[in-house]
């Protein structure tokens, strides 16, 4: 069975953004960019499935710039077998990648498609439940764990106030929560090692998939800053701010 993994390249969660000053955007200009960091899991699952002897092949596929190619190596780095770059300038959409990946499901067949439960860039939260229904099979969104059968799995779900349990018919689409597992550090060897395995690079076109955008976006902004806290002497005073002025309570 064939694991096939989306990777985004995303700025680094570690970087603090700037709203561009016509609002335009958010400014990336030599900003370190780094892997999705749900998509890291989502790899790591994968990996950590293949060990087990439960899959043959672990196929990283990033949508973007000549740029991914180094999410892609992390990514061979961290133990995919081989990836693949679908090269575009263009900003694509949820859709775009999720019409993307299922253009690679019809051409890898894989048995499982992990992703990670949103991008920390645009935090749409909709790539795999998109490519679920377009590839008609079942999705378990949010995973925390990960149990792989014969011809299903079943996936345990973070759900409001408690974990809910799944099993889904193989071929499948996961998304991974945060508490899934704690991605592996990438060591020296293994990039060594990554540097020879396969990359491949197609473009969208090749697959039959238009990126074309379906929706403009209107404005970024920066949240409202926040007023400087004041210092209350008692906790009636405290109580009476509470009430009177913030009327919270
Ligand atoms: P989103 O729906 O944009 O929040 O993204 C959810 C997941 O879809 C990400 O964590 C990735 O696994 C995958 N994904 C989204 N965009 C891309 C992309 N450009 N290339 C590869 N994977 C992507």
Redesign the pocket.
Known sequence: MKILV???RVVDYNVKIRVKSDQSGVDIANLKMSM?P??EI?LEEAVRIREKGLATEVIA????PTQ?QETLRTAMAIGADRGILVETSAD?E?LG?AKILKALMDKEQPGLVI?????ID???????QMLAALAQCGQATFAYKVDIGADHVNVVREIDGGLETLSLKLPAII?TDLRLNEPRYVTLPNIMKAKKKSLETITPETLGVDVTPRIKMLKVCDPPTRTAGTKVADVTALMDKLKNEAKVI
């Open positions: 989306a990777v985004k999705n749900f998509d989502a596929v990033s949508c973007g991914c694509v949820p990648v992703l990670g439960k949103q991008a645009d935090d749409c939260n909709q790539t795999g998304t």
